[in-house]
């Protein structure tokens, strides 16, 4: 697997929870280990991007997930489609 930035960590974490999810759904959706889920989650609860259900043990995205995670998807089609721009610029 190639190399991940955080911010793409965070984003496929927040896709996994965006329904709910326990931290074993979690960790093999985002393909990490335990030790990593757990900073990642602390992180994430710390910075209000995500909520944790005590009684059914179960993640939640928040709003202010909700608004990071459309703003990487925004921006990852920005970035893609410099990419193609510039692809089609190469082959003219």
């Given at each position: ?10 984003s ?63 921006i990852g ?16």
């Open positions: 697997m190639k190399y991940r930035s955080r911010a793409e960590i965070v496929m974490i927040l896709d996994s929870v965006s329904s709910g999810a326990t931290k074993t759904k979690i960790m093999y959706k985002a393909y990490l280990s335990y030790t990593q889920l757990k900073e990642y989650l602390a992180y994430m609860e710390a910075n209000e991007l995500i909520s944790y259900e005590e009684g059914v043990q179960i993640y939640r995205i928040t709003e202010k997930g909700r608004k990071l995670m459309h703003l990487y998807e925004e089609d920005m970035v893609s489609q410099t990419s193609d721009d510039r692809l089609v610029k190469m082959v003219i």
